[in-house]
């Protein structure tokens, strides 16, 4: 622990190798040794740590978000998503579990890149949270968070969500800054700070799309 502490990694690592030779069964060693390989750079190592912690024992919850984080940090979006999502309703990590992987569905991926699949997925995981506890503040940050990727691909010219509706929302231009509009005037209305009220109010403005009326 003191190597770690002291950011001597690779003697660390040696160390924590060693107990976990000791004691090959226990849990510990095994997340100690991901934390030392991920912070060492080798990160196809530290998510099989992570992996087999949360294979082995499904109360070590801090493995699967430590799992997704190397597998972003990996390019490995996807990955992520199923790591984070394989965290149970019956946990009370759930909702943080799923806001986390609405965000990894999202982030690190160019504007111009397909993407139709993955903003459904997330569009519907964020109603979905409603029914398990998230506040309006959190949900509204993350209906932004959505809109506005599904408006940077359209503005980008390439592949947004499909023909529909998005939160409630046409995924056409006008529909998503309509969406947007609305939800940063719901986060205004929550604000608690009168600075942060007007902010809000003045992205709202910035997205509301031009009219004639």
């Avoid at 976990?20 to 991901?34: M, N, Q, R, S, V």
């Avoid at 519907?124 to 959190?138: I, P, S, T």
């Avoid at 929302?169 to 940063?184: H, I, N, Q, V």
């Amino acid at each position: 622990m003191h190597a770690l502490a002291t950011g001597d990694h690779e003697t660390a690592a040696l160390s924590f190798d060693a107990v976990y030779d000791a004691f090959p069964g226990e849990p510990a060693p095994k997340l100690a040794l991901g934390v030392c390989a991920e912070l060492l750079g080798q990160l196809d190592n530290a998510a099989e740590y992570y992996r087999l912690v949360w294979a082995t024992d499904p109360s070590f919850v801090g493995a699967a978000f430590a799992l997704a984080r190397v597998r972003l940090a990996a390019g490995d979006g996807e990955g992520a998503v199923r790591a984070l999502e394989s965290v149970p309703e019956a946990s009370i990590h759930y909702t943080a579990a799923r806001v986390a992987a609405v965000r990894a569905r999202l982030r690190r991926r160019p504007a111009r890149e397909a993407l139709p699949d993955d903003l459904v997925a997330a569009a519907a995981q964020v109603e979905r949270l409603a029914e398990f506890g998230l506040d309006a503040v959190r949900r509204e940050r993350l209906a932004t968070e959505v809109l506005g990727t599904a408006l940077d691909r359209v503005l980008a010219g390439g592949p947004g969500a499909p023909p529909g509706e998005l939160l409630g929302s046409p995924t056409d231009e006008r529909g998503l800054r309509f969406g947007l509009e609305r939800s940063y005037r719901v986060l205004a209305r929550l604000a608690q700070r009168g600075e942060e009220r007007i902010e809000l109010v003045e992205r709202a403005n910035r997205y509301r799309p031009r009219t004639w009326v």
